[in-house]
Structure formats: C-alpha cells, structure tokens
C-alpha cells in the first residue's frame, strides 16, 4: 500500500480591515492634492478655448471684410459671418465652416461695429456672464 502525500493546508487570507483603511487614506490624500489642481487646469483651458474662439471669429471678420469693403454692422451681428444677407451683393461667404459658436461657458459673444477700441468689439463676459470680473469670471476681449 502506498502512502499518500498529505500536503499542508494554505490559508488564504484577505487585506484587513486596517490595511483597507490606510490605502483609502493614502488614496483621499492624493486626490485632495491632485483634484484642485486639476479642476484649476479646466479653467485656464476654457479661457484658451474662448481666446482661440475670438482669433477665429476675428479672422472671418477680417475676410468678410475684405470681400464687402466694412464690417457687419452690429445690427447684422456675427450671423452673417454664415448666413448670406440679402443686401450685400459682394458677400463671398460662408466665413465660418460651421455656426456661430458660444463661449465655453455657453453664451453669445458680444459684437459691435464700429466698437469703441477699434472697428469692431467682440467680447466674452466670462464664466459669471457679467462684466467685469478676475480670473476665470473675467471678461475677454478683442483688443
């Protein structure tokens, strides 16, 4: 008769309770460090988003005008950067390849011709939609 091998039982075991505890710590420490700076990252990007939105904007203003002879009037707005109007014969549009964006934050650029820094004005209030303002509440301009 043969023996038989008997081999010695393993115990698995699991994390404990404690063990659980300190890399849920570790973990919330890391995201405490990490999450305000990241979060701030997210508003600098919106307002690099709204600059590269305005340089866009002003370039297309700058080709309808040099197809008409002037600027849109603030009466006609931005809307005829993709619309044609009916009075102007000399519009070789569409200047923007879609429509007129908003701002990241969800609201209209302001526009006027003739503005009161140049020909035209093209303004973004900013997060708060407010004039004025510091940091990401700051309004945006042309100028």
């Known amino acids: 008769m043969s023996a038989a091998v008997s081999k010695p039982l393993r115990r698995v075991r699991g994390f404990t309770l404690l063990e659980l505890l300190v890399v849920m710590v570790i973990i919330g420490l890391l ?11 997210i508003g600098k ?17 700058d080709q309808y005008r040099i197809d008409v002879g002037r600027y849109p009037g ?21 200047y923007l390849s879609k429509a007129v964006p908003k701002d990241p934050w969800g ?3 302001q526009y006027r011709s003739p503005g009161e820094h140049g020909d035209y004005d093209l ?3 900013g997060r708060d939609g407010r ?12 100028w």
């Open 74 to 94: 603030t009466e006609q707005g931005l809307a005829v950067l993709v619309a044609k109007p009916a009075d102007e014969p000399r519009w070789a549009g569409p």
């Open 31 to 41: 995201a405490g460090y990490v999450g305000p700076k990241f979060f701030g990252q």
């Open 107 to 109: 609201k209209d650029y």
């Open 131 to 142: 004039p004025g303002g510091e940091g990401e509440d700051a309004d945006l301009t042309s």
């Open 45 to 61: 990007s919106e307002v690099k988003a709204a600059r590269a939105q305005m340089d866009a904007l002003g370039k297309a203003l």
């Open 123 to 125: 303004i973004s209030l």
